[in-house]
């Protein structure tokens, strides 16, 4: 492990759990502090985009200061003592980040009570920390309330074994949000927000497991967010991001293909198939949801009212069955088992994991495209069960496209994405036309709302000619683009 870095797992769970986990935990030298951290930035969040965080932390009477940058489970980590409130803009890389003459100012603070233990486990000298507290800027605050597991000599494997033992004691959902960027959603206003993908960036010279890992940790980010919410304030947009995030997480593990070989792979897709279908009733059912309240006025009333009811009463329940998946014991293995494999997983030492990621890029781009391009030539006269095959070919090329935007700018692939994404849209309403029936029929409906359903139904599946042409006209059009890897 290098010196100037931090290996690292976190755990959000509830504050009751916090002396299960405690108790749970292998013996060590206990402590108890008061942690009291001012963050800082630039008034223009210059260390926030590097992705990068500077705090001041003060506990039993010391300074340190500490700089962050990084993702994953290794992250770089540079501190220091320092006498005052300040921090020293000269610490590691802090100038090359920081333009000259910029300003550091208070962010937000945070303040916890921290119960740490330094352990021993299978080998490994680790630091159990348990956090309770909460981030604050002005007015706003944020409660914190959480487990992290600090490798401090040894191999990262005992970190995800000894969380899985101390999982057996109370429910621990992976976190993959540091202190510091809650802050950072605080100072944007952006708490208790569906989280959408986030931009990753590439570098043609990394390898094709730093990118795979990079774009992995943003689905796995997208969907612990997403599921944290959905327990506490679930919506539509949420259920719908975090289906977004489990999709680009499936399409990343297809496109990087044999790269990613391993004995844990296949339950690993497995498992994630299962979590992407726990979520497709409630979406069918938000959708059907929104056609109604656009559905002709002339329908019966009524009936209307009673349909409307039915679908409710359905998403309710649906609701409750998807926040149920996202605090089950099968929901938090998977993401830890995800994690663990996706740092850690014997695939990294396949022959193509230590390649170059730009040449494996414009191959993995090629294979997309000739998917789409041979699943769309008959798009025209395709019936349901192709124009679904299409749907999912054109998905996986247009996460595949926003993964890798970085490597060729958003001005090259702006164009590619815009044709492609006018595909989708036509693909999706012919979609949501084809399920419409299967799930109306899956509904108790009185007569008179089963009667409303069917006339709306008919109104819907009206419009496939129309769809289909507009289809065929997207897909002629991103047939005749030359693709932006190779403009």
Known sequence: MAEDQEVELKFACGPDDLAAVLAAAPPGDDDTAELISVYFDTPDLDLQKAGASLRVRESKGRRVQTLKRGEGLAREEHEAPIEGLAPDPNLGPLPKLVPAGAALKPAFNVRVQRRQRRLKFQGAEIELALDQGEVVRGRRRTPICEVELELKSGEPQALFALARELAKAAPLHIAFDSKAARGQALVAG???????????????????????????????????????????????????????????????????????????????????????????????????????????????????????????????????????????????????????????????????????????????????????????????????EQLHELRIAAKKLRYASDAFTSLYGKRDVGGFAGLLKALQTELGELND????????????????????????????????????????????KLADCTPFWHA
């Open 433 to 476: 036309i084809a399920t419409a029936g299967p799930l109306v029929e899956s509904l108790p409906l009185a007569p008179d709302a089963a009667l409303v359903a069917g006339e709306q139904l008919g109104e819907r599946r009206a419009e496939r000619k129309k769809r289909v042409r507009r289809a065929a006209k997207a897909f002629g």
């Open 190 to 384: 952006e708490t208790g927000e569906a989280q959408h993908s986030r931009d990753v960036r590439l570098k043609g010279k990394d390898t094709v497991a730093e990118a795979f890992q990079a774009i992995a940790r943003a689905a796995l980010g997208q969907i612990a967010a997403n599921a944290a919410l959905l327990r506490t304030r679930p919506s539509p947009e949420v259920v719908h991001q975090l289906r977004v995030g489990a999709r680009r997480l499936r399409s990343t593990v297809s496109t990087f293909g044999d790269v990613l070989a391993d004995p844990q792979l296949p339950r690993l897709k497995e498992e994630l198939r299962w979590l992407s279908r726990a979520y497709d009733r409630i979406r069918n059912l938000d959708v059907y949801a929104e056609t109604l309240d656009q559905a002709d006025h002339d329908l019966s009333a009524g009936g209307l009212a009673a349909l409307h009811k039915a679908v409710q009463t359905a998403r309710s329940r649906a609701r409750r069955e998807v926040a149920q998946v996202a605090d089950s014991d099968r929901f938090r293995a998977l993401m830890l088992d995800l994690t663990a494999w996706m740092e850690t997983g014997e695939w990294r030492d396949n022959e193509d994991a230590g390649k170059a990621f730009g040449p494996f890029a414009k191959v993995a781009l090629d294979q997309r495209r000739k998917t789409v391009m041979k699943k769309g030539r008959h798009v025209a006269d395709a019936a349901d």
